[in-house]
């Protein structure tokens, strides 16, 4: 069976090979007449082309987004095992049933969150584009944690643990942080930041979103500025204003978290799906 997904050095996507490698242990193995759709916003013509050629398709909690999506057909090379909330449902015309939440819930089960002591009462977690060093220096100004999308995965999932509450731009930061029980705020830099997705997520499990609003800081460019110290005043300026807006936002916003009842029962139906799965593989289905 072989795994389709984002290969960007993101967070997000990077959890595909962390966590599908572990809790489906001998199955992934780049079989191409198999191919397992995962975690990431990958249900769009661009990804369900890259799959077309495999004898069996398996969706399991990807939602819906991005890219060409016009005339999606889910025909019987398919086998749907959940998808990432009750949106994605809706666009495919699929049973409400299949409406779980995102996959990287079962994250819970194979990393000892619990063991980690708290070191940051806030962190921030920008989307992987607009991540950097300017953000790392903004938050050490006002004592925030930084979290990059981009660090391996164990590092991500550790620094979370670590959080009392987290500002996340990427949603992933903000879906694991919610899995840890960590109270999070959703924000806003930029309008390429796809509400669909989070809405749709967010209605998974119940929780309202209620984005933070913020400009998007721009980066160090060292090659187009000539005179380095009119950049380092610019910087230095930008990275301020920056951490001041996230200061303002943890006394304006209110954290979400979804309930732990709720949480748990996702968290169950989507061990449901996934023994499923294994059962399948197990009696040859997809043989």
Not at 57 to 68: A, L
């Amino acid at each position: 069976m072989k795994i389709y997904y984002y290969k960007e050095q993101n967070f997000g996507d990077q959890l595909n090979p962390w966590l599908w490698n572990q809790i489906l242990p001998g199955l992934i193995d780049n079989d191409e007449k198999i191919a397992f759709l995962g975690i990431g916003t990958l249900l769009n013509n661009v990804y369900l082309t890259k799959m077309k050629k495999a004898r069996h398709k398996i969706i399991f909690s990807t939602g819906f987004g991005y890219g060409k999506q016009d005339n999606i057909d889910l025909d019987s090379t398919y086998k749907i095992y959940c998808v990432r909330g009750p949106l994605t449902a809706q666009k495919l015309g699929l049973p409400g049933k299949l409406a779980i939440t995102d996959g990287a819930l079962l994250v819970r089960g194979v990393f000892d969150y619990k063991s980690y002591k708290k070191k940051y009462k806030y962190a921030y977690m920008p989307h992987y584009q607009l991540a950097g060093d300017g953000w790392a220096l903004a938050c050490e100004k006002i004592g925030f944690g930084y979290i990059d999308p981009s660090w391996p995965v164990d590092k991500v999932l550790s620094s979370i643990s670590e959080t009392e509450i987290l500002l996340a731009e990427a949603m992933h930061g903000a879906i694991i942080a919610d899995t840890f029980r960590v109270p999070w705020i959703p924000i806003i830099t930029n309008t390429s930041i796809l509400k669909f997705k989070w809405l749709d997520w967010c209605a998974s499990l119940g929780v309202d979103y209620q984005p933070a609003y913020m400009e998007r800081l721009h980066h160090p460019r060292e090659k187009l500025d000539l005179y380095t110290p009119v950049r380092r005043v610019r910087d230095v300026f930008r990275q301020s204003q920056a951490g001041k807006k996230l200061t303002e936002i943890t006394k304006t916003y209110k954290p979400a978290l979804s309930i732990q009842t709720k949480a748990d029962e996702c968290y169950d139906k989507l061990y449901g799906q996934l023994e499923s799965l294994q059962k399948d593989m197990a009696n040859g289905v997809f043989k």
